[in-house]
């Protein structure tokens, strides 16, 4: 198993509390960052490295993260947040994350203003997991769940779960309950819950990147078209239907043990 390195998660001491609790310290967190990145703003642009020694000073240096360019955007995928796992004497374990966003121009270390919500929608992905690090447990747990395919995972997750098409929600839960029935019920709840923490923090980010490129927007002066609000995903009712899932799984599971 792929452990949690002390650098992509915060010490207890800060981070406990209830889930809430901490998906609201993420977003304080957030909010530090733009504060933080105000003063570049006007500017016309935000060195990478600026970003970089911003999270780290929020984080107390105690997280291990680094942003720079993203040479393989594409218009529909411009930024990625991605985990960077290590070898110790003890095993592997994740001691990274590494955000990549779309430079300016080509190998630019900086990133223009009206692609701040980009940044901040990825920067809060960062801080949902080291304040909820069972989100990054649940990640790497299906990666090496060998009893499931992580590809048709994740696929099943993009075209059926994280999607803008507009589709009926009980279309939604018959394509989960297909996926779903061939499965033992320990991977049902992993994945439900894997699916519930993902469209989550997608949630935040979604709504962080639109609430801070307008605030960028009243310093440029101007409003920024291009930024993908989020409502579009149905996220509420997606998440609704998976923590519904969630309870029949858990409850026939009880009922199966007692019977």
Do not use: W
Not at 128 to 151: A, G, W, Y
Not at 176 to 186: A, I, M, S, V
Not at 197 to 211: P, Q
Not at 212 to 234: C, H, M, P, W, Y
């Amino acid at each position: 198993m792929i452990k949690l390195g002390t650098s992509v998660k915060l010490p207890y001491s800060i981070s406990q509390g209830s889930v809430v609790t901490r998906f609201n310290n993420a977003c304080k967190y957030n909010n530090e960052l733009f504060e933080q990145l105000k003063p570049q703003i006007s500017s016309g642009q935000i060195p990478f490295p600026g970003i970089t020694s911003a999270l780290k000073k929020i984080t107390g240096g105690k997280i291990n993260v680094q942003v720079c360019e993203n040479f393989f955007q594409t218009p529909n995928n411009p930024a990625k947040t991605r985990m960077l796992v290590s070898g110790t004497p003890e095993g592997k374990e994740l001691s990274k994350f590494e955000i990549l966003l779309p430079p300016i121009y080509e190998y630019s270390e900086s990133l223009a203003p009206d692609k701040l919500h980009i940044a901040l929608h990825e920067t809060r992905h960062i801080f949902d997991q080291i304040f909820v690090p069972k989100i990054t447990r649940r990640m790497l747990n299906i990666n090496e769940n060998k009893s499931l395919n992580p590809k048709n995972v994740m696929e099943f997750y993009h075209k059926n779960i994280y999607t803008r098409k507009t589709v009926k929600t009980s279309e939604v839960e018959q394509k989960l309950d297909d996926f779903l029935n061939p499965l033992t019920t320990k991977n049902k709840i992993d994945l439900l819950q894997l699916f519930r923490y993902l469209l989550t923090t997608e949630k935040h980010a979604f709504s962080d990147g639109l609430k801070f490129q307008r605030k960028a927007d009243k310093i440029l002066g101007g409003i920024t078209d291009n930024v993908v609000k989020g409502s579009e995903f149905n996220f509420g009712a997606k998440i609704k239907l998976l923590e519904t899932k969630l309870k029949e799984v858990l409850n026939k599971a009880s009922t199966d043990r007692n019977s």
